[in-house]
C-alpha cells in the first residue's frame, strides 16, 4: 500500500517563466520569474542571471520548493541591506500560496539612495510584478521508484510508464535490470499489482 507520507496534494506552481522590468528612483530592477524543481536549478538561474547582467549592482533572489506544508525555501540580499531585498521578494511568493519558484532581482544602481524602506517596497514590487502575471498550474504529486526485473520484463515495464505518464530516470543492466522510475503518486497503488503480479521488486525512494 501506498505510504501516508506520500499521499500528499498537488499545490499551485508557475506554468512557465514571466520577466518584468521596474525603473524606481533611477534604479532599475530586471525580475527573472523562473519555475524550479531544485536548489540546483535555482542557482543555475542565479547563475545565468549574473552572467546576462554582469555590471548589475545586486542579483537578490528567493525561491520556495516542494510542497508549501513542508517546503525548503532560501532567501539572499546580495549585498543590499540585510532584510531589504530577499524576504520582501520572499514574502510576496508565499502571499501567492505559490511554490515550486524562483523570483531573482537583478538592481542597478541609478544614483539615488532608496533607504531601507524604499529598498523593500521597491523588491516587493519587483517580485508583485511577476508574480501578479504568472499563470497557476496544479503540481501532479509525484514518487520516485527503484525496480528490478528480468530483462523480458524491461519493455513491459517502459510501456507501463508510457500509459502511466511515468518518466525513466535511469537503467543499469547487469545479471537483471534495475531501473529507477518517477510516477504520478495516484499510479504507485497500480504499479505495486503490477511488480506483484510479475514478481518485480519495487522500493519506493
Known amino acids: 500500500m501506498i505510504n501516508p507520507e506520500f499521499a500528499i496534494k498537488g499545490y499551485p506552481v508557475p506554468a512557465g517563466p514571466v520577466d518584468r522590468e521596474l525603473l524606481i528612483n533611477k534604479s532599475r530592477f530586471i525580475t527573472w520569474l ?3 524543481a531544485s536548489r540546483e536549478q535555482a542557482m543555475a538561474v542565479i547563475d545565468q542571471a549574473r552572467a546576462r547582467y ?3 549592482s545586486h542579483h537578490c533572489y528567493a525561491y520556495l520548493l516542494g510542497n508549501p506544508a513542508s517546503a525548503q525555501a532560501a532567501m539572499n540580499d546580495d549585498g543590499e541591506p540585510s532584510g531589504t531585498a ?3 521578494i520572499f514574502n510576496v511568493i508565499q ?3 505559490m511554490s515550486d519558484v524562483l523570483v531573482v532581482v537583478s538592481r542597478y544602481f541609478g544614483g ?3 533607504g531601507a524602506g524604499g529598498l523593500v517596497r521597491a523588491y516587493a514590487a ?3 510584478a511577476v508574480l501578479a502575471e504568472v499563470e497557476r498550474v496544479e503540481s ?3 514518487v520516485t521508484c527503484r525496480l528490478e526485473m528480468g530483462f523480458p520484463l524491461e519493455q513491459r515495464l517502459r510501456h507501463w510508464a508510457e500509459q502511466n505518464s511515468a518518466e525513466v530516470l535511469d537503467v543499469h543492466y547487469s545479471q537483471s535490470v534495475a531501473m529507477t522510475l518517477r510516477c504520478p503518486t495516484q499510479s504507485l497503488d497500480d504499479l505495486e499489482s503490477l511488480c506483484a ?6 522500493t519506493v525512494l
Do not use: F, S, W, Y
Not at 197 to 202: F, P, Y
Open 126 to 128: 519587483a517580485a508583485e
Open 34 to 36: 523562473r519555475p524550479v
Open 86 to 88: 530577499g524576504k520582501p
Open 95 to 97: 502571499h501567492k500560496g
Open 197 to 202: 503480479a510479475e514478481q518485480i521488486a519495487l
Open 140 to 142: 501532479v504529486p509525484q
Open 54 to 56: 554582469p555590471d548589475a
Open 112 to 114: 539615488v539612495k532608496l
